[in-house]
């Protein structure tokens, strides 16, 4: 008789996000970076037929347990099938046809230490650098992290087309180049390793400033970024300073989360969120990184910010802030980074050390820089700065422009907060 469908859905739901990635890596080294779609599809036709029995016969005593050996005999089954028709340059795949060896070598490359060390392969083949930056982060995501293809166009605000052409094209720059899964070394590590970085860390800021205008804060794609981090960290071998600092940035931003956005779903700024609701634990989490990534005397763009943040999440209220400190970080931080982005946060630092009218100055320099014509920060921090120095003319100047180029509810709401903040001044 069937079971309640919904909790089985959901208990599939909970495996597949938890499990999928593992599994994909494991059986990737089993067929070859050549086959991921293999492994992908093995994965997904185990998860498929759990629903199917489970719907009828209840979950399982050991659920992980089952799926991976469905997933186990899926392969082995595929091996033999087709071993007069494909040949797996795996070492692994020739051992799985055998009937002497086939048990002991499940047995082996199934074990905790060997998931984990296959997951960080799968790390650095999706991050390999002759994949353009999109398609590695949306490989990363379909197979490291179970999302399925909606779900990646949905974060990324783009049609599933273009997700299955960027997954097609890394696939093949995969075979074509015939990429090793493993984790590189000496040089080529530090090398590959920065790459692996930046690539989560963009992911990270496509879920912390996500471009969707009803999810202002994509939960998942920041989650993932962070345990994608916590599986490099771990490992005996890498034993890098910036990925330690990058995982001290990216738990220090997530621990101000609750209080980033209000009941409307609106972003909220340093100033007007309620430090009572920061997550205290999360915070001592990233300050403990942080120590541990600056005892390597390194440093990185991910260390200054992680410092940075640091300073915002130990502050007691918006008004102690130590922005003497942070002026400096971002002095440091311009001779690796001189972005505008960077020049711009710089110059609001500033307003506070020396004065609204000094930071406009700054801004004047770099105004006509074409990034900005469609960051609306610019636009509304500007404002700001015009308001603060008693200049409301231009400050509503600079507000409608952006209300001409931003229409969406979010942006509506922060352009309608800073007139407000400032109403007394209009």
């Known amino acids: 008789m069937p079971v309640n469908e919904k909790n089985i859905s959901n208990k599939i739901d909970h495996l597949f996000r938890h499990e999928y990635g593992k599994l994909v890596s494991v059986l990737t ?12 599809d093995i994965v997904q036709e ?5 629903l199917n029995r489970w719907t009828y016969n209840g979950i399982p005593t050991n659920p992980v347990g089952w799926i991976y050996k469905v997933a186990k005999n899926k392969a082995v089954n595929i091996l033999n099938r087709e071993k007069y028709k494909r040949q797996y340059a795996s070492d692994i795949a020739h051992l799985l046809q055998s009937e002497w060896t086939v048990a002991p070598t499940l047995e082996q490359i199934f ?16 991050c390999n650098p002759i994949i353009s930056k999109d398609s590695q982060v949306a490989l990363t995501l379909k197979t490291l ?5 909606s779900e990646i166009a949905k974060a990324f605000l783009t049609t599933e087309e273009n997700i299955n052409k960027r997954l097609v094209r890394a696939r093949k720059s995969i075979k074509d180049a015939n990429i090793l899964f493993e984790v590189p ?25 996500a471009t969707s205008v009803d999810n202002p804060i994509r939960y998942e794609l920041c989650e993932e970024s962070i345990r994608l981090t916590e599986i490099i960290a771990s490992n005996q071998i890498i ?12 738990i220090f931003n ?29 915070i001592k989490k990233g300050l403990y990184y942080l120590e541990f990534a600056t005892q390597q005397n390194e440093v990185s763009i991910y260390h200054i910010l992680a410092t940075i943040s640091a300073h915002h999440c130990t502050a007691l209220d918006f008004k102690s802030t130590d922005w003497k400190s942070i002026l400096s970080l971002y002095d440091m931080l311009i001779k690796i980074d001189n972005s505008p982005i960077v020049l711009l946060n710089r110059a609001i630092v500033f307003s506070k050390t020396a004065s609204p009218k000094k930071a406009l100055q700054q801004l004047e320099k770099i105004k006509d820089n074409s990034v900005f ?32 180029k931003f229409d969406t509810r979010n942006h509506k709401h922060l352009i309608n907060k800073v007139l407000n903040d400032f109403s007394g001044n209009i």
């Open 29 to 40: 080294k089993t067929f070859g970076t050549s086959n991921i779609e293999l492994a992908e």
């Open 46 to 50: 185990a998860m498929l037929e759990a």
């Open 111 to 126: 074990t905790d230490k060997e998931i984990a060390d296959d997951q960080l392969r799968m790390i650095f083949t999706c």
């Open 145 to 149: 992290c179970g999302f399925s293809i």
């Open 185 to 209: 070394t000496g040089r080529e590590l530090e090398q590959r390793l920065s790459s692996v970085l930046e690539t989560i860390y963009l992911l990270f800021n496509e879920g912390y400033n």
């Open 239 to 250: 034993k890098s300073s910036n990925t330690y600092a990058l995982l001290a940035l990216m």
């Open 254 to 282: 997530t621990s101000r989360f609750k209080s980033r956005i209000d009941e409307f779903d609106n972003i909220l700024d340093l100033e007007h969120q309620d430090r009572n609701q920061w997550d205290k634990e999360l």
């Open 373 to 404: 014509s469609s960051y609306f920060p610019y636009y509304t921090t500007k404002a700001t700065l015009h308001f603060q120095n008693k200049e409301s003319k231009k400050a509503k100047k600079l507000l409608d422009d952006a209300l001409k």
